[in-house]
């Protein structure tokens, strides 16, 4: 199997999110449309894993958890995947339709590391944000494109404050490829917090 290289902005995105792990419990990276999202998020699931955390990736359409979970795949680990017609396996990793892991909260082991699809859904009382709450000690890693989204929609205990890292701008604003690319995306954080707050929490499970 050919070594999954990652760009060195999706590195940088990786250590901003694990500086930010120490500190909150629950962060949100923005990034935009070809940023290379799903592979950020497979590193994300070796490091943990590779520390023996239990994993879980939520994501709501059928396509994303296909693509997913053949991310987690390349990435050397085997996923359970939480849809229906699937038996699970008791396996570190998971990858879950939100609507068929919400119907088996009681049923799931509790996850050490959510990382969620497209955020922007994460609004307190939703189904996104039952099953956050279900697993107040999981850390949560949340990915989107939208952080006007999860802006508007960041509010009680799903809030969320943006704060801008160096280039972060919309990828369809840039020419020349990869390499111009690499300077817009996923440098955008945001810290989520929920109305306790969120103090240091160590150790954190990503990688």
Sequence with gaps: MTPIVLRDYQQQLL?????????????????PTGAGKGQTIGAIVQGAAGKGRRVLVLAHRAERIEQL?????????????????????????????????????ECLPPP?????????????????????????????????????????????????RLFRGPGARPLGRLAGGAGLAGQAAGLLLARCQNQQGAGPRTPTPHG
Excluded at 15 to 22: G, H, S, T, V
Excluded at 79 to 95: C, E, F, K, M, Y
């Design 15 to 31: 250590a901003d999110l694990r500086a930010a792990l120490k500190v909150h419990r629950r962060v949100c990276a923005v990034m």
């Design 112 to 160: 050490d590391l959510i990382i969620q699809d497209e955020a922007n859904h994460l609004v307190a009382g939703n189904v996104w944000g039952r099953i956050i709450e279900a697993w107040p000690e999981a850390h949560l890693i949340g990915k989107t494109r939208h952080p006007g989204a999860t802006r508007r929609q960041g509010a009680g205990r799903g809030g969320r």
């Design 69 to 105: 979970s053949g991310t987690v795949r390349a990435w050397g680990l085997e996923p359970d995947v939480i849809t229906p017609g699937h038996r699970l396996q008791s396996r570190q990793v998971a990858v879950g339709s939100v609507q068929t892991v919400a119907r088996r909260l």
